[in-house]
């Protein structure tokens, strides 16, 4: 499948989370170059993965859906 170009998803969140995150990014000693942009798609991803909101999903056939707008998703193969 194409690669898909990623969308812009705005949010505001506390200020103490801000701090926090801001500060772990450059301190991840992970062998990669972390950005705002990785560690909320982490953060997104670990939601959607919750139970509850995977039954939401799994319920209104939203993968589906996903399919038939051409996209796929691989956070529940992980």
Do not use: C
């Amino acid at each position: 499948m194409a690669q898909v170009k990623p969308v812009q998803f705005r949010a505001q969140v506390p200020r103490d989370v801000d701090f926090l995150v801001r500060a772990l990014v450059p301190l991840k000693n992970t062998g990669k170059d972390w950005t705002l942009s990785d560690v909320a798609t982490e953060a997104l991803a670990d939601w959607l993965r919750k139970p509850e909101n995977k039954q939401l999903i799994e319920e209104h056939n939203l993968l589906q859906a996903l399919e038939r707008r051409g996209l796929s998703t691989t956070i529940y193969n992980e």
